[in-house]
Protein backbone atom coordinates (compact mmCIF):
# COMPACT_ATOMS: atom_id res chain seq x y z
CA UNK A 1 0.00 0.00 0.00
CA UNK A 2 1.49 3.32 -0.95
CA UNK A 3 1.97 5.41 2.09
CA UNK A 4 -0.32 8.25 2.59
CA UNK A 5 -2.81 7.47 0.01
CA UNK A 6 -6.34 8.47 2.16
CA UNK A 7 -9.38 9.12 -0.16
CA UNK A 8 -11.60 11.79 0.63
CA UNK A 9 -15.08 12.27 -1.30
CA UNK A 10 -18.00 14.95 -0.99
CA UNK A 11 -21.43 13.77 -1.26
CA UNK A 12 -24.60 15.75 -0.73
CA UNK A 13 -26.46 14.08 2.37
CA UNK A 14 -29.80 13.77 0.62
CA UNK A 15 -31.00 14.77 -3.09
CA UNK A 16 -34.79 15.23 -4.42
CA UNK A 17 -35.48 11.85 -6.37
CA UNK A 18 -34.40 12.34 -10.03
CA UNK A 19 -32.02 15.12 -9.24
CA UNK A 20 -28.53 15.56 -10.86
CA UNK A 21 -26.05 16.11 -7.71
CA UNK A 22 -21.93 16.73 -7.44
CA UNK A 23 -19.89 14.11 -6.58
CA UNK A 24 -16.69 15.32 -5.65
CA UNK A 25 -13.56 12.78 -4.99
CA UNK A 26 -9.89 12.95 -4.07
CA UNK A 27 -7.13 10.68 -3.15
CA UNK A 28 -4.32 12.00 -1.83
CA UNK A 29 -1.22 9.88 -3.92
CA UNK A 30 2.33 11.00 -4.70
CA UNK A 31 1.08 9.93 -8.40
CA UNK A 32 5.44 9.53 -9.25
CA UNK A 33 5.22 9.20 -13.05
CA UNK A 34 7.63 7.13 -14.10
CA UNK A 35 9.42 9.48 -16.04
CA UNK A 36 11.56 11.16 -13.54
CA UNK A 37 14.95 10.53 -12.33
CA UNK A 38 15.89 10.22 -8.59
CA UNK A 39 19.17 12.17 -7.40
CA UNK A 40 21.06 8.54 -8.07
CA UNK A 41 20.36 8.93 -11.80
CA UNK A 42 18.14 6.11 -12.19
CA UNK A 43 14.43 6.65 -12.93
CA UNK A 44 12.06 6.27 -9.91
CA UNK A 45 9.49 3.50 -11.13
CA UNK A 46 5.92 4.71 -12.20
CA UNK A 47 3.49 4.68 -8.76
CA UNK A 48 0.14 5.83 -9.78
CA UNK A 49 -3.40 5.23 -9.20
CA UNK A 50 -4.37 4.02 -12.45
CA UNK A 51 -8.21 3.54 -12.30
CA UNK A 52 -11.03 5.13 -10.36
CA UNK A 53 -14.59 4.10 -10.57
CA UNK A 54 -17.61 5.29 -8.64
CA UNK A 55 -21.03 3.10 -8.33
CA UNK A 56 -24.53 4.31 -7.35
CA UNK A 57 -26.38 1.17 -5.81
CA UNK A 58 -23.94 -1.17 -7.91
CA UNK A 59 -25.11 1.04 -11.31
CA UNK A 60 -21.60 2.30 -12.55
CA UNK A 61 -21.72 6.14 -12.54
CA UNK A 62 -17.84 6.81 -13.72
CA UNK A 63 -14.96 4.36 -14.73
CA UNK A 64 -12.04 6.73 -15.31
CA UNK A 65 -8.32 5.04 -16.40
CA UNK A 66 -5.86 7.22 -15.06
CA UNK A 67 -2.60 7.91 -16.90
CA UNK A 68 1.06 8.62 -15.71
CA UNK A 69 0.28 12.48 -16.49
CA UNK A 70 -2.43 13.05 -14.18
CA UNK A 71 -0.50 14.94 -11.29
CA UNK A 72 -0.46 14.23 -7.23
CA UNK A 73 -3.71 13.98 -5.46
CA UNK A 74 -5.98 13.17 -8.41
CA UNK A 75 -9.05 14.72 -7.99
CA UNK A 76 -12.75 13.95 -9.80
CA UNK A 77 -15.50 16.17 -9.68
CA UNK A 78 -18.69 14.88 -11.28
CA UNK A 79 -22.67 15.15 -11.72
CA UNK A 80 -24.98 12.01 -11.14
CA UNK A 81 -28.69 11.78 -11.31
CA UNK A 82 -30.09 9.94 -8.16
CA UNK A 83 -33.16 8.00 -8.58
CA UNK A 84 -33.21 6.37 -5.31
CA UNK A 85 -31.47 6.53 -2.12
CA UNK A 86 -28.50 3.96 -1.27
CA UNK A 87 -25.13 3.88 -1.66
CA UNK A 88 -22.10 5.54 -3.15
CA UNK A 89 -19.04 3.62 -3.59
CA UNK A 90 -15.58 5.03 -4.80
CA UNK A 91 -12.87 2.66 -5.65
CA UNK A 92 -9.35 3.58 -6.41
CA UNK A 93 -6.81 1.54 -8.13
CA UNK A 94 -3.29 1.32 -7.11
CA UNK A 95 -0.30 0.18 -9.14
CA UNK A 96 0.67 -1.78 -6.66
CA UNK A 97 -2.94 -3.95 -6.37
CA UNK A 98 -3.73 -1.88 -3.77
CA UNK A 99 -7.28 -1.39 -3.79
CA UNK A 100 -8.76 1.82 -1.68
CA UNK A 101 -12.29 2.27 -1.15
CA UNK A 102 -14.92 4.63 0.68
CA UNK A 103 -18.77 4.45 0.79
CA UNK A 104 -21.16 7.59 1.14
CA UNK A 105 -25.01 6.97 1.56
CA UNK A 106 -27.78 9.41 0.37
CA UNK A 107 -30.97 9.64 1.36
CA UNK A 108 -33.88 11.11 -0.87
CA UNK A 109 -35.33 14.19 0.50
CA UNK B 1 17.57 42.96 -40.18
CA UNK B 2 13.90 43.84 -41.09
CA UNK B 3 12.39 41.32 -39.15
CA UNK B 4 14.80 42.15 -35.92
CA UNK B 5 13.07 45.56 -36.25
CA UNK B 6 10.00 44.59 -36.05
CA UNK B 7 10.83 42.18 -32.90
CA UNK B 8 11.86 45.39 -31.41
CA UNK B 9 9.28 47.37 -32.04
CA UNK B 10 6.71 44.39 -30.65
CA UNK B 11 9.04 44.13 -27.26
CA UNK B 12 9.01 47.59 -26.70
CA UNK B 13 5.39 47.72 -27.07
CA UNK B 14 4.89 44.96 -24.80
CA UNK B 15 7.18 46.37 -22.41
CA UNK B 16 4.97 49.63 -22.26
CA UNK B 17 1.95 47.48 -21.97
CA UNK B 18 3.39 45.71 -19.25
CA UNK B 19 4.36 49.08 -17.33
CA UNK B 20 0.44 50.23 -17.80
CA UNK B 21 -0.88 47.13 -15.43
CA UNK B 22 2.24 46.83 -12.98
CA UNK B 23 -0.09 48.07 -10.53
CA UNK B 24 -2.52 45.76 -9.35
CA UNK B 25 -4.84 46.38 -6.27
CA UNK B 26 -5.71 43.74 -3.95
CA UNK B 27 -8.84 42.39 -4.77
CA UNK B 28 -12.07 43.49 -3.62
CA UNK B 29 -13.48 40.22 -2.21
CA UNK B 30 -14.67 38.26 1.06
CA UNK B 31 -13.78 35.34 2.10
CA UNK B 32 -16.35 32.85 3.03
CA UNK B 33 -15.35 29.53 3.75
CA UNK B 34 -17.52 26.29 3.77
CA UNK B 35 -16.55 23.67 6.32
CA UNK B 36 -18.18 20.47 7.51
CA UNK B 37 -19.64 23.02 10.53
CA UNK B 38 -20.94 25.97 7.99
CA UNK B 39 -20.15 28.77 6.36
CA UNK B 40 -17.40 30.92 8.53
CA UNK B 41 -16.38 34.43 7.43
CA UNK B 42 -12.68 35.37 7.57
CA UNK B 43 -11.17 38.83 8.47
CA UNK B 44 -9.17 39.25 5.66
CA UNK B 45 -8.73 42.96 5.45
CA UNK B 46 -8.31 45.36 8.88
CA UNK B 47 -7.32 48.80 9.81
CA UNK B 48 -3.34 48.56 10.02
CA UNK B 49 -2.21 47.80 14.49
CA UNK B 50 -1.03 51.00 16.10
CA UNK B 51 2.45 50.50 15.64
CA UNK B 52 2.07 50.15 11.87
CA UNK B 53 0.12 53.52 11.39
CA UNK B 54 2.98 54.97 10.26
CA UNK B 55 3.23 53.00 7.27
CA UNK B 56 0.05 51.41 5.82
CA UNK B 57 -3.89 52.56 6.72
CA UNK B 58 -5.16 48.76 6.19
CA UNK B 59 -3.36 45.41 6.06
CA UNK B 60 -4.15 42.54 3.51
CA UNK B 61 -3.87 39.23 3.67
CA UNK B 62 -2.13 37.94 1.01
CA UNK B 63 -5.23 35.94 -0.30
CA UNK B 64 -6.58 38.94 -1.81
CA UNK B 65 -3.16 39.07 -3.92
CA UNK B 66 -3.99 35.90 -5.41
CA UNK B 67 -5.75 35.51 -8.52
CA UNK B 68 -9.68 34.14 -8.83
CA UNK B 69 -8.98 30.77 -9.57
CA UNK B 70 -6.58 29.90 -6.39
CA UNK B 71 -8.68 32.52 -4.33
CA UNK B 72 -11.40 29.94 -4.83
CA UNK B 73 -9.84 27.30 -3.63
CA UNK B 74 -9.31 28.34 -0.59
CA UNK B 75 -13.42 28.80 0.17
CA UNK B 76 -14.16 25.14 0.19
CA UNK B 77 -12.43 22.50 2.42
CA UNK B 78 -13.00 20.52 0.22
CA UNK B 79 -11.76 22.39 -2.69
CA UNK B 80 -8.73 22.77 -0.34
CA UNK B 81 -5.73 20.70 -0.74
CA UNK B 82 -4.34 21.77 2.35
CA UNK B 83 -6.67 19.49 4.05
CA UNK B 84 -5.11 16.09 2.72
CA UNK B 85 -2.22 17.35 4.80
CA UNK B 86 -4.21 18.04 7.78
CA UNK B 87 -6.23 14.63 7.53
CA UNK B 88 -2.40 13.38 7.64
CA UNK B 89 -1.90 15.63 11.09
CA UNK B 90 -4.77 14.21 12.13
CA UNK B 91 -3.48 10.52 11.85
CA UNK B 92 -0.50 11.33 13.59
CA UNK B 93 -2.18 13.34 16.30
CA UNK B 94 -3.74 9.79 17.10
CA UNK B 95 -0.95 7.74 16.77
CA UNK B 96 1.02 6.58 19.61
CA UNK B 97 4.41 6.90 18.17
CA UNK B 98 5.65 7.98 21.11
CA UNK B 99 9.06 5.87 23.42
CA UNK B 100 6.39 4.36 25.55
CA UNK B 101 3.41 4.56 23.47
CA UNK B 102 2.52 8.15 23.66
CA UNK B 103 0.37 10.05 21.89
CA UNK B 104 -0.63 13.26 21.41
CA UNK B 105 -4.51 12.59 21.91
CA UNK B 106 -3.45 10.99 24.92
CA UNK B 107 -2.11 14.29 26.60
CA UNK B 108 -4.34 16.66 24.65
CA UNK B 109 -7.59 14.75 23.68
CA UNK B 110 -8.60 16.52 20.38
CA UNK B 111 -6.43 18.48 18.49
CA UNK B 112 -9.68 21.40 19.12
CA UNK B 113 -7.77 21.67 22.41
CA UNK B 114 -5.25 23.56 20.48
CA UNK B 115 -7.59 26.28 19.37
CA UNK B 116 -5.90 29.37 19.32
CA UNK B 117 -2.36 28.79 20.13
CA UNK B 118 -1.36 29.89 16.02
CA UNK B 119 -3.50 33.22 16.95
CA UNK B 120 -1.16 34.13 19.65
CA UNK B 121 1.83 32.46 18.51
CA UNK B 122 5.00 33.19 18.45
CA UNK B 123 5.58 33.83 22.16
CA UNK B 124 7.70 33.62 24.65
CA UNK B 125 7.22 30.88 26.73
CA UNK B 126 6.76 32.27 30.32
CA UNK B 127 9.11 29.29 31.95
CA UNK B 128 11.69 29.44 29.81
CA UNK B 129 11.39 32.95 28.62
CA UNK B 130 11.95 31.27 25.20
CA UNK B 131 10.60 32.79 21.94
CA UNK B 132 8.16 30.02 21.21
CA UNK B 133 6.20 29.09 17.67
CA UNK B 134 4.13 26.06 17.45
CA UNK B 135 6.71 24.02 15.44
CA UNK B 136 8.99 24.49 19.26
CA UNK B 137 6.17 23.63 20.84
CA UNK B 138 5.04 20.32 18.91
CA UNK B 139 9.11 19.50 19.20
CA UNK B 140 9.26 20.11 23.31
CA UNK B 141 6.20 17.50 23.54
CA UNK B 142 8.14 15.49 21.05
CA UNK B 143 10.87 15.25 22.90
CA UNK B 144 10.09 15.58 26.62
CA UNK B 145 6.81 13.80 26.65
CA UNK B 146 7.72 11.23 23.76
CA UNK B 147 11.04 10.74 24.23
CA UNK B 148 12.02 11.00 20.53
CA UNK B 149 14.28 12.68 18.50
CA UNK B 150 13.22 16.22 17.57
CA UNK B 151 10.98 16.28 13.73
CA UNK B 152 12.94 18.45 11.51
CA UNK B 153 11.03 22.24 11.58
CA UNK B 154 10.26 21.93 7.97
CA UNK B 155 9.83 18.20 7.81
CA UNK B 156 6.96 16.62 6.48
CA UNK B 157 6.06 15.21 10.13
CA UNK B 158 6.18 18.95 11.45
CA UNK B 159 4.10 20.53 8.41
CA UNK B 160 1.62 17.85 8.96
CA UNK B 161 0.85 18.43 12.81
CA UNK B 162 1.64 22.34 12.28
CA UNK B 163 -1.43 22.29 9.62
CA UNK B 164 -4.01 20.69 12.18
CA UNK B 165 -3.32 22.72 14.83
CA UNK B 166 -3.41 25.93 12.97
CA UNK B 167 -6.45 25.42 11.59
CA UNK B 168 -8.16 24.93 14.95
CA UNK B 169 -7.39 28.35 15.11
CA UNK B 170 -8.93 29.42 11.82
CA UNK B 171 -11.50 32.71 12.38
CA UNK B 172 -9.42 33.43 15.21
CA UNK B 173 -7.60 36.85 14.81
CA UNK B 174 -4.11 37.07 15.42
CA UNK B 175 -3.06 38.88 17.97
CA UNK B 176 0.75 38.27 19.09
CA UNK B 177 2.22 40.08 22.04
CA UNK B 178 4.66 42.85 21.33
CA UNK B 179 5.28 44.34 24.81
CA UNK B 180 6.90 43.45 28.21
CA UNK B 181 8.88 40.58 27.22
CA UNK B 182 8.04 39.76 23.59
CA UNK B 183 9.57 43.02 23.24
CA UNK B 184 13.10 42.82 22.64
CA UNK B 185 12.39 39.46 20.35
CA UNK B 186 10.14 41.88 18.26
CA UNK B 187 12.57 44.38 18.22
CA UNK B 188 15.72 42.06 16.88
CA UNK B 189 12.27 40.94 14.23
CA UNK B 190 11.40 44.81 13.20
CA UNK B 191 15.51 45.14 12.84
CA UNK B 192 15.90 42.49 10.39
CA UNK B 193 12.71 43.03 8.45
CA UNK B 194 14.17 46.44 7.51
CA UNK B 195 17.64 45.19 6.94
CA UNK B 196 19.17 44.92 3.29
CA UNK B 197 20.67 41.22 2.68
CA UNK B 198 22.14 39.76 0.05
CA UNK B 199 24.12 40.17 -3.39
CA UNK B 200 20.89 42.02 -4.76
CA UNK B 201 20.62 44.23 -0.93
CA UNK B 202 16.94 44.02 -0.48
CA UNK B 203 15.34 44.25 2.70
CA UNK B 204 11.62 42.84 3.72
CA UNK B 205 10.55 46.28 3.44
CA UNK B 206 11.71 47.10 0.00
CA UNK B 207 8.91 44.38 -1.69
CA UNK B 208 6.29 43.80 1.03
CA UNK B 209 5.87 47.67 2.45
CA UNK B 210 7.10 50.05 -0.56
CA UNK B 211 5.81 47.75 -3.35
CA UNK B 212 2.84 45.69 -2.32
CA UNK B 213 0.42 45.75 -5.24
CA UNK B 214 3.02 45.73 -8.06
CA UNK B 215 4.59 42.80 -9.30
CA UNK B 216 8.32 41.96 -9.09
CA UNK B 217 8.34 39.45 -12.48
CA UNK B 218 4.95 37.91 -12.93
CA UNK B 219 4.69 38.01 -9.19
CA UNK B 220 2.41 40.26 -7.52
CA UNK B 221 3.76 41.69 -3.97
CA UNK B 222 1.76 40.76 -1.22
CA UNK B 223 2.00 42.78 2.07
CA UNK B 224 3.43 39.32 3.22
CA UNK B 225 1.24 38.59 5.93
CA UNK B 226 1.81 35.30 7.69
CA UNK B 227 -1.96 34.84 9.21
CA UNK B 228 -2.48 32.26 6.30
CA UNK B 229 0.63 29.85 6.57
CA UNK B 230 1.07 27.49 6.71
CA UNK B 231 -0.81 27.49 3.25
CA UNK B 232 -0.34 24.93 0.19
CA UNK B 233 1.74 26.55 -2.55
CA UNK B 234 0.29 25.33 -6.07
CA UNK B 235 4.02 25.61 -7.32
CA UNK B 236 5.11 23.34 -4.53
CA UNK B 237 1.90 21.11 -4.87
CA UNK B 238 3.07 21.07 -1.26
CA UNK B 239 2.66 22.86 2.40
CA UNK B 240 5.12 26.16 3.00
CA UNK B 241 5.17 27.43 6.50
CA UNK B 242 6.28 30.70 7.55
CA UNK B 243 9.85 29.98 8.27
CA UNK B 244 10.34 28.55 4.71
CA UNK B 245 9.09 31.51 3.05
CA UNK B 246 11.54 33.35 4.78
CA UNK B 247 14.29 31.47 4.05
CA UNK B 248 12.92 31.46 0.26
CA UNK B 249 12.63 35.17 0.66
CA UNK B 250 15.86 35.83 2.07
CA UNK B 251 17.70 33.48 -0.33
CA UNK B 252 15.94 35.40 -3.74
CA UNK B 253 17.77 38.39 -2.64
CA UNK B 254 21.28 36.27 -3.02
CA UNK B 255 21.77 35.68 0.80
CA UNK B 256 23.16 33.31 2.71
CA UNK B 257 19.89 32.69 4.82
CA UNK B 258 19.59 32.53 8.57
CA UNK B 259 18.03 28.73 9.43
CA UNK B 260 14.14 28.09 9.44
CA UNK B 261 12.73 27.59 13.13
CA UNK B 262 16.62 29.30 14.22
CA UNK B 263 16.24 32.58 16.10
CA UNK B 264 16.43 35.19 13.40
CA UNK B 265 13.60 34.07 11.51
CA UNK B 266 11.55 32.94 14.49
CA UNK B 267 11.99 36.88 15.89
CA UNK B 268 11.03 37.58 12.67
CA UNK B 269 7.89 35.44 12.45
CA UNK B 270 6.67 37.44 15.63
CA UNK B 271 7.62 40.78 14.26
CA UNK B 272 5.68 39.86 10.58
CA UNK B 273 2.84 38.79 12.82
CA UNK B 274 3.06 41.69 14.73
CA UNK B 275 2.05 43.84 11.35
CA UNK B 276 -0.51 41.33 10.76
CA UNK B 277 -2.64 41.94 14.19
CA UNK B 278 -6.23 41.74 13.24
CA UNK B 279 -6.29 39.54 10.12
CA UNK B 280 -7.77 36.04 10.77
CA UNK B 281 -5.95 33.01 11.20
CA UNK B 282 -7.03 31.06 7.93
CA UNK B 283 -5.84 27.90 8.99
CA UNK B 284 -4.44 26.47 6.26
CA UNK B 285 -4.50 28.86 3.54
CA UNK B 286 -3.63 28.20 -0.66
CA UNK B 287 -1.61 30.63 -2.44
CA UNK B 288 0.55 29.97 -5.98
Redesign the interface.
Known sequence: MAKDAKPRVKVPASAKAGEVITIKALISHQMESGQRKGADGNLIPRSIINRFTCDLNGQNVIDVTIEPAVSTNPYFEFDARVDAAGDIKFTWYDDDGSVYEDVKSIKIA | MQLRKHTLAATAVLGLALAGTAFADPAEDTLEVTTDDGVITLVTTAPAPDHLKDVFDTIWSGWHFRDDTTRDMQRDD??N?S??FV??GL?SWNEAQGKGGESCAGCHQGPETMAGLRAVTPRVDAKTGKLMIVEDYINSCVTERMGLEPWGVTGNKMKDMLSLISLQSRGMVQNVAIDGPAAPFWEQGKEIYYTRYGQLEMSCANCHEDNYGKYIRSDHLSQGQVNGFPLYRLKD?GMVTAQQRFVGCVRDTRAETFKAGGPEFKALELYVASRGNGLSIEGVGVRH
Open positions: FDPMVDRDA
